[in-house]
């Protein structure tokens, strides 16, 4: 808390956990916001839920599942995985009105075409990975609800969705700190909740190994895996615009809702020097 108000982080809560015991501060009201790019980790374990259930091939081609779609050079090889680790090859922009630039997200980008096992971070690219989800567990909003959310005793997480009624799956989630910060301890426990084990561990352990390594990317940047990215230091994390973080780091999570994209990173580097003492 000291180290946000020392940095001038425009935070507005601030959740550490270490084993049960938990500190909790909050500079505004708890009300539900748009966590961002924290939400492309709620694709990897909605992906993966469906994986342990047998429904759904992560390593399949993502046309397997979305045969209706036609697929750019090189593009026929691309499977869901590559998609959740933006490592398709597909490059195409992000703007602000990303979801209604272009009739159906999912068919631009699948039409574009593939520079083999090369890292475009692309939101499209998460959307696209939720789409060929949803041809095997229907709405994905509501597999998510059944097999994460309430189990977490998370009641009323609204999704945006794009024109075609489709989750934007990159970003539009809304989630309270205290309800992000579940979300934190899950992926800090490896899928297990209490005596259920909502995601199998591997998919968790995913999110910050087999990393892709990104030269000359900013620190922090450099390596990036299934949704999670590698840094401050040892730490990994999931990292929304803005501020949205969950942070581990020496055996805690660090629960972080702001309203401060630039003051995000050295506030997270203060954190994990912090915990290192």
Do not use: N
Request: aromatic residues 8%.
């Amino acid at each position: 808390m000291h180290d946000a108000e020392e940095l001038g982080f425009g935070a507005h809560a601030l959740h550490v956990q270490v084993g049960d015991e938990r500190v909790v501060h909050r500079w505004s009201d708890d009300v539900a916001r748009d966590v961002h790019s924290v939400a492309k980790g709620v694709c990897v374990l909605a992906a993966g839920a469906a994986s342990d259930a047998g429904l759904f091939d992560v390593d399949a081609p993502v046309a397997k599942y979305l045969p209706e779609l036609a697929t750019g050079e090189g593009v026929d090889v691309v499977t869901t995985r590559h998609l959740l680790g933006m490592t398709s090859g597909i490059e195409m922009p992000w703007s602000p009105t990303w979801t209604t630039d272009v009739p159906d997200v999912a068919a631009a980008f699948l039409a574009r075409p593939s520079a083999g096992r090369t890292f475009h971070y692309c939101s499209a690219s998460s959307y696209t990975a939720l789409r060929a989800l949803s041809a095997v567990v229907g709405d994905v909003h509501a597999w998510v609800r059944s097999r994460l959310f309430e189990p977490l005793g998370i009641d009323a997480a609204d999704w945006d969705r794009c024109p075609l009624g489709f989750v934007k799956a990159a970003e539009g989630l809304r989630l309270r700190s205290g309800e992000l910060a579940r979300l934190g301890q899950l992926l800090r426990d490896r899928g297990a909740w209490g005596e259920r084990q909502l995601v199998s561990p591997g998919w968790v352990d995913a999110m910050h190994s087999g990393w892709t390594v990104r030269d000359g990317a900013g620190p922090g940047y450099t390596h990036h895996a299934l949704a999670g990215w590698g840094g401050p230091g040892a730490a990994w994390r999931l990292h929304g615009a803005h501020g949205q973080v969950l942070l581990f780091a020496h055996g805690a999570v660090v629960t972080v809702t702001a309203d401060d994209h630039a003051g995000a990173d050295p506030f997270l580097r203060r954190a994990v020097e912090a915990l290192g003492r």
